[in-house]
């Protein structure tokens, strides 16, 4: 729990620690809360808690929370010999509980400060609703990490069965990006979401690596090159084409753009770690297949070929 309690403090959250802060209480507590009363001996206890198999409930007088009792003060009750005590005089009258709706990470936080086996929910009128433990808390994420991973199962299924649901003659994904010129921000976001969705459609990993790398390197260019374009990917179920289509100066040469080192970067763009003149050289190594054309004041087209299978 001490790492869940710290995750205030860290800059990037995992997926269990943004579930801290997303699920409500009520969706993690037990709701069957054991009671016993206060009039209620130290022997009744002992059987109630051995027969349910907790270490500790609340105490409810004419169904409002008036205290609980733990394991621990049973243990000590036991050692006194003081079977008969009434359970009032053993239990914690100063009870610290938390709400129903609040979020989880407030549970998390008593837990980490105090120590406690667990509080007593109460709902918004200050009834018991609940009562809440740190076992609760941790099924109740795996519970919901497994609900969540289920659902991107499913998701993964159907983007992967695509194409033998779907009846025709000749079936295609396309996928269109924007590519603005000089967008260094947002530089990879095409290839990215164009990964993203092989992973979903099935497609091996090797293969998505070499689309992932491809795409980047064309999508950079378009970027580092020309006035902006677009970058166009047609998924099939045999093979894949992605087209990287801009408008701007054009190459003039292209025999000597395809030559490894060769760029026409301005130096502004070298000092920020791109236009190394190695992306039509990556492309080639990485596409099954690759065809370059370019008109001088016009623009130019980068269609990549990916055998899927």
Avoid at 5 to 30: D, F, G, H, P
Avoid at 51 to 60: F, H, L, M, Q
Avoid at 131 to 148: F, N, S
Avoid at 195 to 214: C, D, N, Q, S, T
Wanted: hydrophobic letters at 40%.
């Amino acid at each position: 729990m001490d790492q869940l309690s710290s995750a205030s403090n860290i800059k990037e959250l995992t997926r269990v620690q943004e579930l801290v802060y997303e699920l409500r209480i009520e969706q993690v507590m037990t709701r069957n809360v054991i009671t016993v009363t206060p009039n209620q001996t130290i022997a009744e206890l002992k059987e109630v808690l051995r027969v349910n198999r907790i270490s500790g409930c609340p105490v409810v007088e004419n169904g409002v929370l008036v205290g609980m009792i733990s394991l621990e003060n049973l243990i000590r009750a036991l050692e006194n010999g003081e079977l008969d005590a009434p359970i009032r005089h053993k239990m914690t009258s100063s009870v610290v509980s938390v709400r129903a709706d609040e979020s989880v990470v407030s549970a998390v936080n008593l837990f980490a400060r105090l120590g406690y086996g667990r509080f007593p929910v109460l709902d918004k009128d200050g009834n018991l609703v609940g009562i809440i433990t740190q076992g609760d808390i941790v099924r109740g994420l795996l519970k919901q990490m497994e609900v969540q991973w289920h659902a991107e199962e499913i998701k993964r299924y159907r983007a992967s069965h695509i194409f033998e649901d779907i009846e025709s003659d000749q079936t295609a994904l396309i996928l269109r990006y924007s590519v603005k010129a000089h967008d260094f921000v947002h530089g990879g976001e095409a290839s990215s979401k164009i990964k993203r969705a092989l992973e979903r459609l099935g497609a091996h990993p090797r293969i998505i690596r070499r689309v992932a790398v491809a795409t980047y390197e064309a999508e950079t260019n378009v970027m580092i090159h020309s006035y902006g374009g677009e970058i166009i990917a047609e998924v099939r179920p045999e093979r894949m084409r992605v087209t990287a289509v801009d408008t701007g100066p054009g190459i003039p040469d292209i025999e000597q753009a395809l030559q490894p080192g060769f760029s026409t970067a301005p130096d502004w763009i070298r000092e920020l770690g791109f236009g190394a003149g190695m992306g039509l050289t990556n492309i080639q190594a990485c596409a099954d297949e690759m065809k370059l054309e370019s008109t001088v004041g016009v623009g130019t087209r980068l269609e990549m070929i990916f055998k899927l299978k």
